[in-house]
DNA sequence: GGCCAGGACACCA
DNA sequence: TGGTGTCATGGC
């Protein structure tokens, strides 16, 4: 607990608050959770302005299109055929398990929902918390490469350790509080894109001194 | 021109 | 259960 809220503090002080998830609208958050699957986010803003001017950004407005339509206004978020499908899926969900609405739904069980997210098709284990955290603001940990690889220099977890181990170690360590896990993942994120990227290990950075490799190694 | 980016899934052993 | 191939665009 302690040193999970330590490394929070460090990354906090460091990028300041994300304000995450971009997207105007909790719908918008669900639809850039899907299309971001393995996508630079740059890309999926374009294919989110694409809808948007298309009036299609809207339940009905995805499930109405055909496939090969919707395929084609996001093609910039690539595997724009896999996508689509998701989409479509996704948005048959919402409008069956409450009409379209989004605060309805999140008016679920959040643990109940999460199952019945996973089952749908396209909707894996991170996209299912980050609609969970993003667009409901339940107190589900999203966990992601950077997570993994990030927590893997500080020695605290296996770098092949599978997602809901990891997901877990979070959440058994931290309080239950939405607001806690979306700023914390939305750091780990900015964390992973301006230093774990550019730096083997995380010498030079806010969290030099907690990591084992780099800071004791002098790498 | 190669690598990577806020994954998920099918298939195989 | 774990490893591998597939899906694809755009920035660097």
């Excluded at 948007?52 to 595997?79: C, F, H, M, N, V």
Aim: charged share 20%; hydrophobic share 45%; net charge neutral.
């Amino acid at each position: 607990m302690t040193q999970l809220l330590t490394i929070f503090d460090r990354l906090l002080a460091q990028y300041g608050q994300r304000h995450w998830w971009p997207g105007e609208t909790p719908f918008e958050v669900c639809v850039g959770a899907i299309l971001t699957q393995n996508t630079n986010w740059g890309n999926v803003e374009r294919a989110i302005a694409n809808l948007k001017e298309a009036g299609r950004l809207s339940p009905p407005g995805i499930a109405q299109l055909p496939p090969d339509e919707l395929a084609a206004l996001i093609r910039p978020a690539g595997y724009f055929n896999v996508k689509a499908g998701r989409l479509q899926a996704f948005v048959a969900f919402i409008l069956q398990a409450a009409d379209g609405d989004l605060d309805r739904l999140f008016l679920r069980n959040w643990p109940a929902l999460r199952d019945m997210l996973l089952a749908v098709r396209g909707i894996g284990p991170e996209t299912a918390d980050s609609i969970l955290l993003y667009a409901g603001n339940q107190p589900s940990f999203v966990v992601d490469a950077y997570t993994r690889r990030i927590f893997n220099r500080l020695g605290l977890v296996d770098e092949t350790i599978a997602y809901e181990p990891l997901r877990a170690f979070f959440m058994g360590h931290l309080p239950a509080d939405a607001q806690l896990y979306n700023e914390y993942h939305a750091l780990l994120v900015e964390h992973g894109k301006q230093a774990c990227r550019t730096r083997p290990r995380c010498t030079g950075c806010c969290l030099a001194t907690l990591c084992p490799t780099g800071h004791a190694a002098g790498i």
